[in-house]
Structure formats: C-alpha cells, structure tokens
C-alpha cells in the first residue's frame, strides 16, 4: 500500500508528449510537488448542503449535479474533521492550473467512481466500508503529477456512485515536470552551439 505505483501512463508520440503518473502514496506524490495547497473542507458546517458553484478558501470551487455535502463522516473520526461528500457527479475547478494534484478518499466500498481530466479517466480503487466500522483500510489516497495540457482548465470530475464516497486534504500545485523529447533535443543543440561559441573564441 505505501509503494508508489505508476499505474498508467499516457504517452503520446509527437512534439507534445503527455504524461500522468499516478500515485497512491501521499508522502511519494507530495515528494514530486512543490508549493503545494491543501483544501481540508474544514471551514464549513457539518452537514452543509453544496449547491451551485462553491468556492472553498482555497480557491478550488465544486459543482455538483445534485446532492454534495460537507459531512463529519468517515474522516473526523481519524481526526481530519469535515470531508466533502459526494453521491452525483461532481466537477473540481482548482486554480492556477496545477500540473498536480491529489486527495484522500474513503468508503468507497460498493464500486463505480471513476475519475476524470483531460483524456485521462480511471476507476477509483475501492477501499474499506466506514458505515460499519471505521478502519484504516477505509481510507485511500490518489494523485498525479501531469501536465498542464493534461489537465485543462485545472479541472477533474468524478462520476457519480452508487452510495457515495468522501474526499479531503485536496492538494494541488507544481509538480516535477516530464520533460518532453523535443525539449531535450533543443536544449542539447543549444549547449553545443554554446561550446562551439567558446571554442570560436578562444582559437
Ligand atoms: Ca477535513
Ligand atoms: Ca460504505
Ligand atoms: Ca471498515
């Protein structure tokens, strides 16, 4: 569980490679991030019902196709407090475009999330059942590290599920980027064109 697992990679041949690597470790996905920004859904009430566009103090907004809330359950009792519940299908808007991003998820024990961006979709991997006792196989982390173009917009969705699942500690922000062939290829000309320079000099 606490390996880090490039479960799939998107890799497209041509000037504008992409890639997203997947991590199920937050400690290794927070290891390829810089200058990130976490939303823990703390600052509303128990209970409250999101609807329309809600923009949280991070500056991330959720939309819902019909009943999201922010609930006590499942991650308070880990000390984490609120989470943001979802039973329908829900769109995160992060700011800034971050090429990273990822969250801690749970209870996602009766299958059919999946997630979402750009061209990028994936299952979420199930976890334990919180509604009976909570564990620690209940909890769950996912995150990427990709590219802007993988990522348009800055916004990923979740379709909906059959009883729901929470999310929290929602982070976002630069990651390690994969450098592109092409990009390689021009900067070695460029530093041999510099040697070429110096050497012009000195002769
Ligand atoms: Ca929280
Ligand atoms: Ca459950
Ligand atoms: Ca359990």
Known sequence: MKSLVAVSTIVACGAAAAS????TDRSAWEAAVTGGVTENFNSFADGTVVTGATVFP???TATASGTLDISSFAFSAIGQGNALRTFV????????????FGFDYA???????????GTFSQALALT???DSSVTSDDFAFF???ATAADIPGGTFSFTSVLEGF????LSFGSGTAVP????????????????????????
């Open 20 to 23: 997203v690597v997947v991590y």
């Open 58 to 60: 991070s500056g991330i």
């Open 89 to 100: 299908n829900t769109t995160i808007v992060m700011p800034r475009s971050p090429v990273a």
């Open 107 to 117: 209870d996602l024990d009766l299958g059919g999330a999946s997630i979402a961006f």
């Open 128 to 130: 334990g059942d919180a």
């Open 143 to 145: 995150g990427v590290v």
């Open 166 to 169: 929470v999310i929290d500690n």
């Open 180 to 203: 592109e062939p092409g990009t390689v290829a021009l900067l070695g000309l460029g530093l041999a064109g510099l040697g070429y320079a110096r050497r012009r000099r000195h002769s």
